[in-house]
């Protein structure tokens, strides 16, 4: 259920102007707690809109990590929700770097759910394509 990568991907590295988006599809009996429990993690974040590849967004960001999430199928047609963080900062040039950050956000709310005591089935992690930083 873990997310352990903690480099770059792709096939450049990633830019200052660029975030590393990473998803994930949890699926689970009851996708409001962990709606909730993720909502707990990010209560202080500030609500964002934006616009990524000409599609809309939006999310809660702290200005170096931003998480979007949706409810949604899998492809089995299982409920879940997908949630996907977004962190800049290039490898060697920011501190913590993207990844880092990638890696303590995915640990969190794994960690918390497991503190929590919501049972999740799976949690299917999908690096994604570096996008264009909207701010």
Known sequence: MRWKKLS?????????DEWAPLSAEIAAPDLEAVEQCLEELTGFMEY??????GAPLT???DG????????GTDTWGQQVLRVTFYAGGPVGVASPDAFQRLGRAAGSLTDELQAEGIRVDG????????VKRPF
Do not use: K, M, N
């Open 123 to 130: 949690i299917r992690w999908t690096e994604q394509p570096y």
């Open 59 to 61: 999310g809660v960001s």
């Open 48 to 53: 964002f809109r934006a616009t990524i590849d």
């Open 8 to 16: 770059d991907w792709g096939a450049v590295r990633l830019r200052a």
């Open 64 to 71: 170096q990590l931003a998480v979007s999430h949706s409810f």
